[in-house]
């Protein structure tokens, strides 16, 4: 298997436009994160989905982000409009959950990251 | 919710020389406990876990221990080598429920040659 595939790597913007990250997870895993890394915070939580539908979106920072998965092979983490302070590297992992509710693994497969610099 | 805390933020060794990473945790539900290596430039990747069920687990040159009445966890690399240097990072989650990975924020290690 490829591993997670985010795309772009790298993008450079300016305040106020509209960002599209992509993630394709690991087929087969059916939940899927979204966490943002800069050097004051760390790595954050800000959605996850289980089975395409979103379960956690309490770290989403505001309304101006926006997280999709229509399908079990894709998502999309949108930021409209962006500002400077979404600099960051927008990572994607996914993992397999057991069904059932079952306890949690906890292992998670990263993708290499969507670096965003909003100017 | 669960509050992961790593010490020290950056840590530099000697080729050769051992390293060891310490993390504390709050929720005392939390059973499941990696460690992820992150490269530059790289998304982070699990390197070692333990589980509440033991006190520790070895993996070639890593180890990993846990204290469940202190709520800390350590991660020991022996021997280290320049490859070794990176972001590791600790988490916590509870077996149940919402299936949310605490992590901390992250300790640089450095091996110096």
């Known amino acids: 298997d490829a591993g997670v595939i985010q795309s772009p790597r790298h993008e450079v913007t300016e305040m106020g436009q509209e960002v599209t990250l992509r993630c394709k997870p690991i087929?087969?895993?059916?939940?899927l994160f979204w966490y943002r890394q800069t050097m004051m915070r760390g790595l954050e939580l800000l959605i996850y989905?289980?089975?395409?539908?979103?379960?956690?979106d309490s770290g989403m920072p505001e309304d101006r982000f926006s997280a999709k998965m229509p399908n079990a092979s894709f998502s999309t983490l949108k930021i409209q409009p962006s500002e400077p302070r979404d600099s960051a590297v927008y990572f994607c992992?996914?993992?397999?959950?057991?069904?059932?509710?079952?306890?949690?693994?906890?292992?998670?497969?990263f993708g290499e990251g969507s670096r965003l610099t909003v100017l | 919710g669960e509050n992961v805390e790593q010490h020290p933020s950056t840590l530099s060794v000697q080729e050769g020389d051992s390293a060891v990473i310490k993390c504390t945790y709050s929720?005392?539900?939390?059973?499941?406990f990696p460690w992820y290596k992150q490269e530059l430039g790289k998304g982070p990747q699990l390197i070692i876990d333990?589980?509440?069920?033991?006190g520790e687990k070895k993996d070639q040159r890593i180890a990993v221990t846990l204290n469940k009445t202190a709520k800390h966890f350590s991660l020991h690399i022996t021997e280290t080598q320049p490859e070794d240097s990176a972001v590791y990072f600790c988490?916590?989650?509870?077996?149940?429920?919402?299936?949310?990975?605490?992590f901390g924020k992250g300790n640089q290690v450095v091996v110096i040659p």
């Open positions: 992992a996914s993992s397999l959950a057991l069904a059932g509710g079952g306890p949690n693994t906890g292992e998670l497969f």
């Open positions: 087929s087969g895993h059916n939940s």
């Open positions: 989905f289980n089975n395409n539908v979103p379960i956690d």
């Open positions: 929720d005392s539900a939390s059973n499941y």
């Open positions: 333990i589980r509440s069920n033991v």
């Open positions: 988490a916590a989650i509870r077996p149940y429920g919402n299936n949310r990975l605490a």
